[in-house]
Nanobody
Framework: QVQLVESGGGLVQAGGSLRLSCVDSGRSFSSYAMGWFRQAPGKEREFVAA????????YYGDSVKGRFTISRDNAKNTVYLQMNSLKHEDTADYYC???????????????????????WGQGTLVTVSS
């Protein structure tokens, strides 16, 4: 139902910025709430941000609030994560995900997205040097 491919990761100095992109080659992108998660080495996956199907509603994890912005372009089947004021602790693999369980769900629904669901991208690595 979705085929998610992330890009935009890389090495950046602390205080810098990066923009991640996630493109879906499926047909129902505009109907799904989308989200970004991250996983640092040795740590559990952490929720970063989510956005409603229309883009009108967003939700952020406490550790990134005020620094990261999620957005989407349904005409391009793409969701973005603008990351500013990056910190060393932001270093992680970043994954996008779609709530394919239902159409038009609230972005908070991403918090309960099962790992086993085929709704995740392969990830892109962000490394922030201190």
């Amino acid at each position: 139902q979705v085929q998610l491919v992330e890009s935009g990761g890389g090495l950046v100095q602390a205080g810098g910025s990066l923009r991640l992109s996630c493109v879906d080659s499926g047909r129902s992108f505009s109907s799904y709430a989308m989200g970004w998660f991250r996983q640092a080495p040795g740590k559990e996956r952490e929720f970063v941000a989510a956005i409603s199907w229309s883009g009108s509603s967003t939700y952020y994890g406490d550790s990134v609030k005020g620094r990261f912005t999620i957005s989407r372009d349904n005409a391009k089947n793409t969701v973005y994560l603008q990351m500013n004021s990056l910190k060393h602790e932001d270093t992680a693999d970043y994954y996008c995900a779609a709530d394919i369980r239902t159409y038009y769900s609230d972005p908070h629904s991403l918090l309960s997205l099962p790992d086993a669901l085929d709704a995740w991208g392969q990830g892109t690595l962000v490394t922030v040097s201190s």
